[in-house]
T-cell receptor, first 111, second 114 residues
Framework: EAQVTQNPRYLITVTGKKLTVTCSQNMNHEYMSWYRQDPGLGLRQIYYSMNVEVTDKGDVPEGYKVSRKEKRNFPLILESPSPNQTSLYFC??????????FGPGTRLTVL | GNSVTQMEGPVTLSEEAFLTINCTYTATGYPSLFWYVQYPGEGLQLLLKATKADDKGSNKGFEATYRKETTSFHLEKGSVQVSDSAVYFCALVISNFGNEKLTFGTGTRLTIIP
């Protein structure tokens, strides 16, 4: 089954404690992206990757890092989380522009 | 820059009612347009798309027509069901063979009551 998986699905952490949210896709897509979803703001892109070892900033990259060492994986790293990063995070991959497959989401709370 | 504006929600309708969710956009260039749907507790799913002016996207009884003259892509369904309750997002992408970033509207929550 074609899918994008994310882990963990839920995470409560404290300010400053480094964390990683994993994302993996089994569709051999070159393009992957991370979004955050906040009430009243819709989804905003954090980072994207056009292929292995090729990443770039989206609209709201501050406080986040990513890596793309393998085609299928695109982890999101928060080196020093802060409360304003409390959000719902989605990973997505796509084969053609705009037709993105989304993961189930990771709800992060930073205390 | 690019932006998408959706009608404010929430929208509550009775089963079998007619649905319209308005969406307008501004874009530099020629966007492709999409509607995504998010069911409770799930990620977004592509509902339908249109890639050029006057195209009509359709799926699961939903339709939307790409209107370049009014920069709109309104979502319609003739007879909604309880199972259509979800959040609907209008989105666009400018394909520049680089960042395929989707620019989303803020979403419209739809609730259908039996």
């Amino acid at each position: 089954e074609a899918q994008v998986t994310q882990n963990p699905r839920y995470l409560i952490t404290v300010t400053g404690k480094k964390l990683t949210v994993t994302c993996s896709q089994n569709m051999n897509h070159e393009y992957m992206s991370w979004y955050r979803q906040d009430p009243g703001l819709g989804l905003r892109q954090i980072y994207y990757s056009m292929n292995v070892e090729v990443t770039d900033k989206g609209d709201v990259p501050e406080g986040y890092k990513v890596s793309r060492k393998e085609k299928r994986n695109f982890p999101l790293i928060l080196e020093s989380p802060s409360p304003n990063q409390t959000s719902l995070y989605f990973c997505a991959s796509s084969l053609s522009p705009g037709e993105q497959f989304f993961g189930p989401g990771t709800r992060l709370t930073v205390l | 820059g690019n932006s998408v504006t959706q009608m404010e929600g929430p929208v509550t309708l009775s089963e079998e009612a007619f649905l319209t969710i308005n969406c307008t956009y501004t874009a530099t260039g020629y966007p492709s347009l999409f509607w995504y749907v998010q069911y409770p507790g799930e990620g977004l799913q592509l509902l339908l798309k249109a890639t050029k002016a006057d195209d009509k996207g359709s799926n699961k009884g939903f339709e939307a027509t790409y209107r370049k003259e009014t920069t709109s892509f309104h979502l319609e369904k003739g007879s909604v069901q309880v199972s259509d309750s979800a959040v609907y997002f209008c989105a666009l992408v400018i394909s520049n063979f680089g960042n395929e970033k989707l620019t989303f509207g803020t979403g419209t929550r739809l609730t259908i009551i039996p």
